[in-house]
């Protein structure tokens, strides 16, 4: 298990702490984005997206009430799928199965699935996960937590 940690206290902070959490991430992986409502999921997968050159951190909104958003960008000259997803509305794990998302788990993809901690099939499925936590000066605790070939090794 591989574990990074950022303190942030801005969104601008955020969205680079984000993209330099990008910069550790390697297709085929699932990470669930833990984190109480406004936590700043959303806000630091802006950063991923930019990062990836998948969409500008303007583009990247909360896919609440789509459920899914999906980006194409590149990382080291290769194609990529970002797949975000939002569970926070679904209450079952069949209701989370019917969206089809473990069809999302390609060879060329990163999935981000927020409040993917509720439900045993996507817990049992992640590489591992973003917890984002509000910190005692007003800011935020960021901390990436990966086992398996997703993670980037140390000064890639």
Not at 27 to 52: D, E, F, H, Y
Not at 99 to 104: C, K, V
Not at 113 to 142: C, H, L, Y
Request: aromatic residues 6%.
């Amino acid at each position: 298990m591989t574990e990074h940690t950022w303190h942030t206290s801005s969104a601008e902070e955020t969205i680079e702490a984000g993209a330099e959490i990008a910069a550790l991430l390697r297709p085929q992986l699932l990470l669930i984005l833990r984190g109480g409502l406004g936590a700043g999921k959303t806000t630091l997968v802006k950063g991923i997206a930019q990062a990836l050159h998948a969409a500008q951190a303007d583009e990247v909104t909360s896919p609440t009430f789509t459920l899914l958003h999906e980006y194409e960008g590149a990382q080291a000259g290769k194609a990529i799928a970002l797949f975000h997803l939002d569970v926070y509305r679904l209450e079952t794990d069949r209701q989370l199965a019917s969206l089809g998302w473990e069809e999302l788990l390609r060879p060329d993809a990163i999935v981000l699935i927020e409040w993917g901690e509720k439900f045993a099939a996507s817990q049992q499925r992640a590489d591992g996960e973003i917890a984002v936590e509000p910190s005692s000066d007003e800011g935020r605790t960021i901390t990436l937590r990966m086992r398996g070939p997703g993670a980037a090794p140390a000064g890639s």
